[in-house]
């Protein structure tokens, strides 16, 4: 149930042995797993924070092979907090218009966690791949859930969008794996979806003011640097400049792992590398906790750093 199962039976539903899908990294940790679960061949590209960690059209048509299932987006961006604008997406559906053979899977989890700086003024303040160009509907699933937006995580609840025979064919995955979601998970989702809405604006502006906090704090620590995120609730630190240093215990950090275990065991600050992202030399933190438990955090984070030699 949830997301997570909605995406595990869409790939299981139509991947054959060999079949490839592109999924630019940095990533969700589960897609390359659901992947290699059904048979699939992962095909990774990496994007740097020089690109805000976003595929290009050029990247991606270097990717599709003939053997090309489907193409994995995520936006905004679990672990960057990075959006595609509507002139971004325009490019990677010129790109896809000409391979027909390519299904897209686009997971909009994040679509209610966004910042009024994501995009320019003539762009709304979400937009998708079938927002862009709706000729893409036959071969693309919109994934969602309740799990970000309504703070429903536990409650398993996800749902998606797409052909009638690729929905028929994951609904013959569900009930044969976890039937159906609880009903009183059902009950609370709809509530949820058909309440009132106004909390959400409100939250994103909470959101946004711990974004900033801890933005503006880790670019002030010596050896990182953070782009500025425009969703969810995520940053991705660069830390490759301390590589190579030593901690005050003597340890020397030769890879983002060394960075996130050390700092996790002189300071008790939890962090995740960037390179169980896909993405060596960087490391994710979820702001979505308590501006005490940020302000408590970056500052040991800022005397971990400095300390090392």
């Not at 979400?126 to 799990?147: M, P």
């Not at 990182?224 to 830390?239: D, E």
């Not at 390179?275 to 979505?288: C, D, K, M, P």
Request: charged share 20%.
């Amino acid at each position: 149930t949830g997301g997570k199962q909605v995406i595990y039976n869409c790939i299981l539903a139509t991947i054959n042995p060999g079949d490839e899908v592109i999924i630019p990294a940095p990533y969700w940790v589960s897609y390359p797993d659901i992947v290699l679960l059904a048979g699939g061949t992962p095909k990774f590209v990496e994007c740097d924070e020089q690109s805000d960690f976003k595929i290009s059209a050029e990247q991606l048509e270097k990717l599709i092979t003939s053997k090309t299932k489907w193409f994995i987006l995520n936006s905004p961006a679990n672990p960057t907090g990075m959006c595609y604008s509507r002139s971004e997406l325009t490019e990677l559906v010129k790109v896809l218009k000409k391979h027909k053979h390519v299904n897209i899977l686009t997971d909009d989890i994040y679509e209610h966690i966004i910042y009024h700086d994501v995009k320019s003024a003539n762009d709304p303040k979400f937009v998708n791949i079938l927002e862009v160009d709706n000729s893409l509907k036959d071969r693309t699933i919109v994934v969602n859930g309740v799990s970000k937006a309504y703070a429903m995580t536990g409650w398993r609840i996800g749902y998606a969008a797409g052909s009638k025979e690729l929905i028929k064919a994951m609904q013959k995955i569900q009930s044969q794996s976890t039937t159906n979601p609880s009903s009183i998970s059902q009950a609370a989702a709809v509530e949820a979806l058909n309440g009132d809405q106004s909390f959400i604006k409100t939250r994103a502006l909470e959101f946004k003011k711990r974004r900033d906090f801890v933005v503006h704090a880790l670019n002030n620590i010596n050896g990182l640097t953070c782009v500025n995120p425009q969703g969810a609730f995520y940053v991705f630190p660069n830390c490759k400049k301390t590589m190579n240093k030593k901690t005050s215990s003597g340890k020397i950090i030769k890879n983002d792992t060394d960075f996130a275990t050390y700092l996790l065991e002189e300071t008790g600050v939890a962090i995740v590398q960037g390179s169980a992202f896909g993405l060596e030399g960087y490391f994710r933190i979820s702001y979505a906790t308590s501006m005490q438990i940020l302000e408590k955090a970056v500052i040991k984070i800022k005397s971990f750093c400095e300390s090392l030699k």
